[in-house]
């Protein structure tokens, strides 16, 4: 059962990547480019090796579905109403590199005013978290998580001066 909310999870994740590879075409075909390309890649790599290494730990332990899994599949839903959210209030700006349009303006919402980086602090970090809950992975968490968190607060630093130079003083669009 784990196994198939994780294939599940994973199907939905690839599902948004495509809408982000969509929407990462426009932004370059109007003049838009890529930061931190390299964090980006190591992002990516350090996602899909913690969907990977919990799903073989939670087979190699066959591990069964408890609270622990049921608080873990909770903060995954949790977190992919969040992306969804932040997808519809981004439209055709977000993407999981960190891309900046041309003329890129910030989107004032109350989510963003009070949550700075809901993308990362209300989908990404439940979203790993629940998968290590749902699958028991503790040597995952333990081994890839620091990791993670080093990459993703490299992210947050460069995203938060992106906004502070160039998309704050390009103005503000209210959603």
């Known amino acids: 059962m784990i196994l198939m909310f994780m294939l599940a999870m994973f199907i939905i994740r ?12 426009t932004i370059r075909a109007n003049g838009g480019r890529e930061f931190g390309k390299l964090n980006s890649q ?27 899994s049921l608080l873990g599949l909770s903060l995954m839903v949790f977190s992919l109403v969040v992306l969804y959210k932040v ?19 910030y ?12 993308n990362y602090y209300l989908n990404i970090c439940p979203e790993l978290i629940g998968i290590v809950l749902l699958c028991h992975a503790k040597i995952t968490a333990a081994i890839l ?12 630093h460069e995203e938060n001066r992106l906004i502070r130079e160039v998309i704050i003083p390009n103005g503000k669009v209210e959603r």
């Not at 190591?42 to 622990?68: N, V």
């Open 14 to 25: 690839l599902v948004f990547l495509k809408l982000s590879i969509a929407n990462e075409k």
């Open 42 to 68: 190591f992002l990516t790599l350090l996602h899909i090796m913690i969907y990977a290494f919990a799903s073989l730990e939670a087979y190699l332990r066959k591990t069964e579905f408890d609270g622990w």
């Open 87 to 105: 997808t519809q209030l981004l439209e055709g700006i977000w993407t999981v590199k960190l891309m900046i349009t041309q003329d890129h303006q």
């Open 107 to 118: 989107v004032d919402h109350w989510l963003f005013r009070y949550v700075k980086h809901p």
């Open 145 to 156: 998580f620091p990791f993670y968190l080093l990459s993703l607060s490299i992210r947050i």
